[in-house]
């Protein structure tokens, strides 16, 4: 498996680094590093600390920010913005932006495990403008075009 150097600071008291659950495991577990546990009502959306921040050793890698299944198939708590995008250079204090999708209010306690996080590289796009783009077979079909039946 591959592994990038990532520098990690701990911003907030009581918080412990963050590390892979197994072997084989993509991401690693965010917990809530709030002062005090938030309480999320039914459609309410809420921005929880982490109390990390961290500093990749290269410009060529993103940190993805992404759901907890269990989480969201549970309690119907899930990344607002479905993924969260952690450019390499960023080095304020990692937050996530959860919402209730459920009927219930949930209460997401002081460690418990909200969001994983994962590294993964970068691409740039050197854009090239054209009056005309080659031709494919799905053309210009869109959402929904290519599902067979």
């Known amino acids: 498996m591959n592994s990038i150097n990532v520098k990690i600071k701990l911003v907030r ?4 680094l963050p590390e892979y659950a197994t ?11 709030a002062d005090t546990d938030v309480t999320i009502m039914p459609g309410e959306r809420k ?3 982490t109390g990390i921040a961290i500093a990749p050793e290269t410009s060529g890698v993103v940190a993805i920010l992404a759901a907890r299944s ?5 309690h119907g708590i ?3 913005n ?11 204090e990692i937050s996530v932006s959860l919402i209730n999708v459920s ?4 209460t997401v306690v002081r460690g418990e495990r909200m969001a994983q996080l994962m590294f993964m590289p970068v691409m740039h ?6 009056d005309e783009l080659d031709e494919t077979e799905r053309g210009t079909g869109g959402f929904g075009s290519t599902g067979k039946v």
């Open 23 to 33: 072997d084989g495991s993509a991401a690693i577990d965010l917990r809530c590093a």
């Open 103 to 106: 009927d219930s209010p949930y």
């Open 125 to 130: 796009a050197n854009f090239i403008l054209a």
């Open 82 to 92: 479905g993924i969260g995008v952690i450019d390499s250079d960023y080095r304020g």
């Open 70 to 74: 269990g989480l969201s198939i549970k």
């Open 78 to 80: 899930t990344a607002t």
């Open 13 to 16: 008291e009581g918080v412990t």
């Open 47 to 49: 921005l929880i600390p």
